[in-house]
């Protein structure tokens, strides 16, 4: 069974930095494309960033170009996100998912909260 | 950037209804679309990939079609579980994006 647990979360002031893990589980983690999207209280879903199976193609939102940075450690089957810079409009749950061969975003974790106030 | 327009915002509907929700992109994204079911406190669930594709273990009244800019998820006869808010997503190309969603609520 497919499991992806985030973690990392919390209140954080603006400016600040957190970093955010996804622990995966159940599958070929070093297969596979991993993507992260967030939604802010009251909001839609945004997407993040995502990150290719071996780190070789990393992309990002315009929103959080320069600020966010995701990795991952296929021997700790983990992709990270790296928050850097935050402002109030970056609070909201974070979630991880993995990506399959003609789906993104198949299967996604529970996310974890990010609360950016001073 | 592609764009995802979603319609309606919100829906009223009831137990047995069949409705309809559509995605607009801002340029093509030929088949490159998927809808995903949201509850609160719930992981998102994926429901429909590839604009028409059941993902595995979705009840089949789920349905999805379209193509280059217009796509539409039906849901045939509605449950009690359905009642949530349903999302489209592009992934033509970088940076993807969600439509604005649609919540589905009971009449």
């Known amino acids: 069974e497919v499991q992806l647990v985030e973690s990392g979360g919390g209140l954080v002031k603006p400016g600040g930095s957190l970093r955010l893990s996804c622990a995966a589980s159940?599958?070929?983690?070093?297969?596979?494309?991993m993507t992260w999207v967030r939604q802010a209280p009251g909001k839609g879903l945004e997407w993040l960033s995502c990150?290719?199976?071996?780190?070789?193609?990393?992309y990002y939102a315009d929103s959080v170009r320069g600020r966010f940075s995701i990795s991952r450690d296929n021997a700790k089957n983990s992709v990270y996100l790296q928050l850097n810079s935050l402002r109030a409009e970056d609070t909201g749950v974070y979630y991880c998912?993995?990506?399959?061969?003609?789906?993104?975003?198949?299967?996604w974790g529970q996310g974890t909260l990010v609360t950016v106030s001073s | 950037d592609i764009q995802m327009t979603q319609s309606p915002s919100t829906l009223s509907a009831s137990v047995g209804d069949r409705v309809t929700i559509t995605c607009r992109a801002s340029q093509s994204i030929t088949d490159w679309l998927a809808w995903y079911q949201l509850k609160p406190g719930k992981a998102p669930k994926l429901l429909i990939y590839k604009a028409s594709s059941l993902e595995t273990g979705v009840p089949s009244r789920f349905s999805g079609s379209g193509s280059g800019t217009e796509f539409t998820l039906t849901i045939s006869s509605l449950q009690p579980d359905d009642f949530a808010t349903y999302y489209c997503h592009h992934y033509k190309s970088y940076p993807y994006s969600f439509g604005q969603g649609t919540k589905l609520e009971i009449k």
């Open positions: 998912a993995r990506d399959r061969e003609g789906a993104v975003a198949a299967y």
């Open positions: 159940g599958f070929t983690f070093s297969s596979s494309s």
């Open positions: 990150i290719s199976s071996t780190s070789t193609y990393i």
